[in-house]
């Protein structure tokens, strides 16, 4: 195989690999509902393949990196991308400020762009 064509292969699959990649959220709307409750929009871009690789949730954090609001996605979006899912019920202390809205996929786990929200 002439050198060449072996580089070429090898742009080809690394090529891909990273069209299959991470999990980026690409817009986040959100609402204040009441005092410490919110609603979130989120819109995720994720080159979901099938059952196999797609993006399957998503996860509002604290500052300090807690928890506080999981989406699970239940199926891939092969078809529909960017796609944007709401989670509403979402308790947020007073004295959070600010969070980070995170992508999650079946393959490589936590990864890609990630959002931070002012909520002031």
Not at 47 to 61: F, K
Request: proline content about 4%.
């Amino acid at each position: 195989m002439k050198p060449s064509t072996f580089l070429a292969l090898c742009l080809l699959c690394l090529g891909n690999a990273a069209f299959a990649g991470e999990v980026d959220v690409v817009a986040v709307k959100f609402e204040r509902v009441n005092e410490e409750t919110y609603r979130f929009e989120v819109t995720l871009r994720h080159a979901d393949t099938g059952w196999n690789h797609y993006a399957d949730r998503w996860e509002i954090l604290a500052p300090g990196g807690r928890i506080l609001g999981t989406r699970v996605l239940v199926h891939p979006h092969v078809d529909e991308q960017p796609f944007t899912r709401s989670l509403s019920g979402v308790k947020i202390p007073r004295e959070v400020k600010s969070v980070e809205i995170r992508g999650h996929d079946s393959v490589h786990a936590f990864g890609g762009k990630t959002m931070f929200v002012d909520l002031d």
